[in-house]
C-alpha cells in the first residue's frame, strides 16, 4: 500500500508542479499587460480618418485647424447616446462657425437606422462610421457615449460621459472662452 501512495505522488507531483507554473505564468501575464484606457485631458488627440453617412472622407486634423471640435462616440442601441442627441444638436446650432460635433458611429452596420436618426432629429452635424472601431478604439473609449472636446492645437480639453443640461452649459461656457482667447 505504501508502494501505490509513492507512485500515486510521483505521478501527481509532476502534473501538480506544471499546474502552479502555468498558473503563475498566465498570472504574470495578465498583470504585465497593460491595459489601454481612454484619453485625458492635456492629451494629444489621435488623429483620423472616416466616411461620413453621405459618403464623404472626413480628416480630424482638418477640423482642427479651423474650430474647436467635439467627438461624441455613440451607437443606436445606446439609450443614453439617443438621448444627447438634441443636446449636442443645440450645441452645434448655437456655434455653427465656431464649433464643430463629430457623431462618432461604433456600429457602422446599422446605416439605415443612422440615417433615419439624423433626418428625424434634423442633426446639424456629420455621423463618422467607425468601422472596425479604430477610432474608438485610438481613444479608448470603454463607455458609451463618451465625448472629447478637442482644441485647435488637437489637445483634448475635456473627457465628458454622458451629457446634459449642466454638460451643454459647461461646453458653452468653455466654448466661449476659447473664443475670447483666440
Given at each position: 500500500?505504501?508502494?501505490?501512495?509513492?507512485?500515486?505522488?510521483?505521478?501527481?507531483?509532476?502534473?501538480?508542479?506544471?499546474?502552479?507554473?502555468?498558473?503563475?505564468?498566465?498570472?504574470?501575464?495578465?498583470?504585465?499587460?497593460?491595459?489601454?484606457?481612454?484619453?485625458?485631458?492635456?492629451?494629444?488627440?489621435?488623429?483620423?480618418?472616416?466616411?461620413?453617412?453621405?459618403?464623404?472622407?472626413?480628416?480630424?486634423?482638418?477640423?482642427?485647424?479651423?474650430?474647436?471640435?467635439?467627438?461624441?462616440?455613440?451607437?443606436?442601441?445606446?439609450d443614453p447616446c439617443r438621448a444627447e442627441l438634441p443636446l449636442l444638436a443645440t450645441l452645434q446650432r448655437k456655434f455653427p462657425k465656431d464649433l464643430q460635433v463629430l457623431l462618432v458611429a461604433i456600429d457602422p452596420e446599422n446605416v439605415d437606422e443612422h440615417h433615419t436618426l439624423a433626418k428625424a432629429?434634423?442633426?446639424?452635424?456629420?455621423?463618422?462610421?467607425?468601422?472596425?472601431?479604430?477610432?474608438?478604439?485610438?481613444?479608448?473609449?470603454?463607455?458609451?457615449?463618451?465625448?472629447?472636446?478637442?482644441?485647435?492645437?488637437?489637445?483634448?480639453?475635456?473627457?465628458?460621459?454622458?451629457?446634459?443640461?449642466?454638460?451643454?452649459?459647461?461646453?458653452?461656457?468653455?466654448?466661449?472662452?476659447?473664443?475670447?482667447?483666440?
Amino acid at each position: 500500500m505504501a508502494t501505490a501512495r509513492s507512485k500515486s505522488r510521483s505521478y501527481h507531483s509532476p502534473f501538480l508542479g506544471l499546474c502552479v507554473f502555468l498558473g503563475l505564468l498566465l498570472i504574470l501575464s495578465v498583470s504585465c499587460t497593460k491595459k489601454k484606457t481612454e484619453l485625458e485631458a492635456g492629451t494629444m488627440a489621435p488623429d483620423f480618418r472616416a466616411e461620413t453617412l453621405t459618403g464623404q472622407t472626413l480628416y480630424l486634423n482638418a477640423e482642427i485647424k479651423t474650430r474647436p471640435v467635439l467627438i461624441s462616440f455613440f451607437a443606436t442601441w445606446c439609450d443614453p447616446c439617443r438621448a444627447e442627441l438634441p443636446l449636442l444638436a443645440t450645441l452645434q446650432r448655437k456655434f455653427p462657425k465656431d464649433l464643430q460635433v463629430l457623431l462618432v458611429a461604433i456600429d457602422p452596420e446599422n446605416v439605415d437606422e443612422h440615417h433615419t436618426l439624423a433626418k428625424a432629429l434634423s442633426l446639424p452635424f456629420p455621423i463618422l462610421l467607425d468601422k472596425n472601431e479604430r477610432i474608438k478604439t485610438a481613444y479608448g473609449v470603454e463607455q458609451l457615449p463618451s465625448t472629447f472636446l478637442v482644441d485647435r492645437q488637437g489637445v483634448i480639453r475635456s473627457v465628458l460621459k454622458a451629457i446634459g443640461d449642466p454638460e451643454v452649459q459647461y461646453l458653452e461656457k468653455t466654448v466661449l472662452k476659447a473664443l475670447e482667447n483666440h
